[in-house]
């Protein structure tokens, strides 16, 4: 299905909704403006912030990416693949309590959404990979009813894109059915660089590297929840991302070698593909007024498959061919996990569970260079398990409150290349996560509370896999099949009054994961790759200041951040402090008109290794709601600060890098809903921990 709406007819749409200026009339939407007036759309908590997105101007955004962008501290990456939480690094995404990740976030409608809160402490409940959690919670009534919502987003970047959905639920007596279908026609434009020296070789090289992709990207997903009794149910759903990749790469290096100096075009030409699936059995069962269970399985799969043909020309003659790479990976999840958890009548809840997660990954490259007339063939698995279990108690002595947890955890990895009579990687170690947590109130308005978590980071199955994407013949981006995960330790201190609160945070990672480069001096070729480096530490003063006056509301975040990363193969530099600010100011007009500002930075960032420049961003929009239709006219990166520069010098290897993105954008949305659905009962429990390493 392609829903397509002329940029005309969607003017005219938003030019009608904009000049409708008729009071409104009906009960349910009176009281609706009621709730709008008493509910705060920012509220904090020891450090965590709860976001109303129901009755709030966010509702009115068409996707839920662009929702989560708009929240503060939260990085959406360019190409809408990860999401970051500053300071925090990729947080878990849970919805209703239950773990999903980013492609069940493409499936979830905006208008399905009551709350959205950022956990910054999460406890051993939550799995030991998430320093944070973003919990997206959906609305739930009492009726039963259909309801269906049709969306239509036009955006204007360097190139046309456009985003068209469709998101339906049912419900008949004890059964829910959901079904949602997008297709997204993209064009996306991405470019990079680097100026780079190797100093030993002589060598003084850069390039910069554009690139155009058409890309038709079709989201589904559809499900069943059954209450099978007052307290106990069953669910079965399956959601999937399908993308065509088809994409040109223009490069233009200039590359000096022990004096000789040459000036290269590139051409690549590249056909490809990604999918992936996710689905999911669970069953949750009340066992008493006391105690409950639940029961679940999932498999995930992912693959991608590529070619690329490219073709060199040296020093302004003719384009010749250059290589041709054929590359796929491919991996697959099954996994099971348990929960059960008892309260007592001192307050107290014990809560324990565990999880079994089994991971097959297959890549296969093969290259023909056609300079040097030689093929390569090269295929890689790795098989990789994980048991886990936790148990957590918690509870209240008097007023102060207090939480104990500890997970524990065993990963089994082998990785095997197809010409090797032995694994190039065996790797088996267990790992024990403690967290603890003390909340003490002063009075009715202050509380201080205490945490500490010990996480681990685990690296995506494609970054521990064997694969590469050339630049040009002297530059490659390549997995790293010896990249291990890092471990991070974290204390922290809340003071909260009211709802504004400081926060001091103190970390140590060890084996941090970041870029760096490997030269090969046989083949010529730098190699950019992920490395652990030895350790990074850090300190974070947080500071949250929310502020609200008749119809004018504000948030204000403001980060002051010393990190340092160090490594023996780096040079390291200066560490200094940086700042990381968010504010948003949002204006509820009358008559359903809301109009927003929301902006945030980054200062200048020296941290050991890497020194990374200053980033600001300002997106506005306005919307209006009449009736059923609502209209959003948003303006994006308004000032188009949109380069991103890395410096840092790892093996002997000085690298500037560029990072162009494009974030500056015009977008027009139109959201519509038909039907009436109440209750939205439907659940579904993510099984598998890794879910989010599956890329």
Same mark, same amino acid.
């Given at each position: 299905m392609k829903l397509k709406i002329k940029l005309g007819v969607l003017l005219l749409f938003c030019a009608k909704s904009f000049s409708q200026g008729k009071e409104i009339d009906s009960l349910q939407q009176m009281e609706e403006i009621v709730v709008e007036g008493k509910i705060k759309t920012f509220s904090y908590k020891n450090g965590?912030?709860?976001?109303?997105?129901?009755?709030?101007?966010?509702?009115?955004?068409?996707?839920? !990416? =662009?929702?989560?962008?708009?929240?503060?501290?939260?990085?959406?990456? %360019? =190409?809408?693949?990860?999401?970051?939480?500053?300071?925090?690094?990729?947080?878990? !995404?849970?919805? =209703?309590?239950?773990?999903?990740?980013?492609?069940?976030? !493409?499936?979830? #409608?905006?208008?399905?959404?009551?709350?959205?809160?950022?956990?910054?402490? %999460?406890?051993?409940?939550?799995?030991?990979?998430?320093?944070?959690?973003?919990?997206?919670?959906?609305?739930?009534?009492?009726?039963?009813?259909?309801?269906?919502?049709?969306?239509?987003?036009?955006?204007?970047?360097?190139?046309?894109?456009?985003?068209?959905?469709? *998101?339906? #639920?049912?419900?008949?007596?004890?059964?829910?059915?959901?079904?949602?279908?997008? /297709?997204?026609?993209?064009?996306?434009?991405?470019? *990079?660089?680097?100026?780079?020296?190797?100093?030993? *070789?002589?060598?003084?090289? &850069?390039?910069?590297?554009? $690139?155009?992709?058409?890309?038709?990207?079709?989201?589904?997903?559809?499900?069943?929840?059954?209450?099978?009794?007052?307290? @106990?149910?069953?669910?079965?759903?399956?959601?999937?991302?399908?993308?065509? @990749?088809?994409?040109?790469?223009?490069?233009?290096?200039?590359?000096?070698?022990?004096?000789?100096?040459?000036?290269?075009?590139?051409?690549?030409?590249? &056909? $490809? =593909?990604?999918?992936?699936?996710?689905?999911?059995?669970?069953?949750?069962?009340?066992?008493?007024?006391?105690?409950?269970?639940?029961?679940?399985?999932?498999?995930?799969? /992912?693959?991608?498959?590529?070619?690329?043909?490219?073709?060199?020309?040296? &020093?302004?003659?003719n384009f010749q061919p250059f290589q041709k790479i054929n590359q796929d990976f491919k991996v697959d999840v099954f996994s099971g996990r348990i929960d059960f958890e008892k309260k007592f009548q001192n307050e107290m809840k014990w809560e324990l569970g565990g999880i079994y997660s089994s991971a097959n990954a297959n890549s296969n490259l093969q290259l023909q260079n056609f300079e040097e007339n030689t093929n390569s063939d090269s295929k890689y698995n790795l098989k990789e398990k994980n048991a886990s279990a936790y148990t957590q108690l918690s509870g209240t002595i008097k007023k102060f409150s207090w939480l104990f947890g500890l997970r524990i955890e065993n990963t089994n990895i082998k990785g095997k290349y197809a010409d090797e009579s032995s694994a190039s990687v065996a790797k088996n170690y267990t790992n024990f996560f403690p967290k603890a947590q003390i909340e003490i109130p002063i009075d009715s308005t202050k509380t201080l509370t205490f945490n500490y978590a010990k996480n681990i980071s685990r690296p995506n199955y494609s970054e521990t896999s064997h694969g590469q994407t050339y630049i040009n013949p002297y530059f490659i981006f390549s997995s790293n099949v010896n990249l291990n995960p890092s471990t991070s330790d974290e204390i922290s201190a809340n003071f909260q009054y009211k709802d504004k609160s400081v926060k001091l945070i103190y970390y140590n990672n060890k084996n941090a994961m970041n870029y760096g480069f490997q030269f090969n001096e046989a083949e010529n070729i730098l190699i950019y790759r992920p490395e652990n480096f030895d350790k990074e530490t850090g300190y974070n003063l947080e500071f949250s200041l929310p502020f609200s006056h008749q119809f004018w509301s504000s948030l204000n975040t403001l980060s002051f951040i010393l990190n340092k990363i160090e490594d023996k193969s780096a040079a390291i530099g200066d560490s200094k402090p940086y700042i990381y600010y968010y504010s948003n100011q949002t204006f509820n007009l009358k008559k359903d008109w809301t109009i927003s500002l929301i902006g945030w930075g980054l200062s200048t960032r020296n941290e050991g290794v890497f020194q990374r420049n200053a980033i600001f961003n300002l997106d506005g929009a306005i919307s209006k709601t009449y009736k059923n239709l609502s209209c959003t006219l948003s303006y994006n990166n308004i000032f188009k600060n949109n380069i991103y520069k890395e410096n840092f010098e790892v093996n002997n290897v000085n690298s500037r890098a560029i990072f162009i993105v494009d974030n500056y954008e015009f977008s027009i949305a139109l959201k519509y809903t038909f039907g009436k659905l109440k209750e939205s009962i439907f659940k579904e429990k993510e099984i598998n921990e890794n879910s989010d390493r599956i890329k």
């Open positions: 965590n912030v709860k976001v109303d997105v129901a009755n709030s101007f966010l509702k009115s955004i068409p996707n839920t !990416l =662009d929702l989560l962008s708009k929240l503060p501290k939260v990085q959406i990456s %360019p =190409d809408k693949t990860a999401i970051s939480v500053i300071g925090k690094g990729n947080p878990l !995404l849970y919805l =209703d309590n239950q773990r999903i990740e980013m492609n069940d976030l !493409l499936a979830l #409608s905006v208008d399905d959404i009551k709350s959205i809160e950022i956990i910054n402490n %999460p406890s051993s409940k939550y799995e030991a990979e998430g320093r944070a959690v973003i919990l997206i919670t959906r609305k739930l009534n009492r009726k039963e009813g259909f309801q269906t919502v049709i969306s239509e987003t036009v955006s204007f970047k360097k190139r046309f894109n456009n985003y068209a959905g469709i *998101n339906s #639920s049912l419900k008949l007596k004890k059964t829910e059915f959901k079904a949602n279908f997008n /297709y997204n026609a993209l064009n996306v434009w991405e470019s *990079n660089g680097n100026n780079y020296e190797i100093p030993s *070789n002589n060598i003084v090289s &850069n390039y910069r590297v554009v $690139g155009l992709t058409s890309r038709d990207n079709y989201v589904f997903g559809g499900g069943i929840y059954h209450t099978i009794n007052e307290n @106990d149910s069953f669910s079965f759903s399956i959601n999937g991302n399908m993308k065509k @990749d088809n994409f040109n790469l223009k490069t233009k290096t200039n590359n000096l070698a022990n004096g000789e100096q040459t000036n290269l075009n590139t051409l690549g030409i590249a &056909n $490809g =593909d990604r999918n992936f699936i996710n689905s999911f059995l669970n069953y949750n069962m009340k066992i008493n007024e006391s105690s409950g269970f639940f029961g679940g399985l999932q498999y995930s799969n /992912y693959n991608t498959g590529s070619i690329i043909n490219s073709s060199n020309n040296y &020093n302004e003659t």
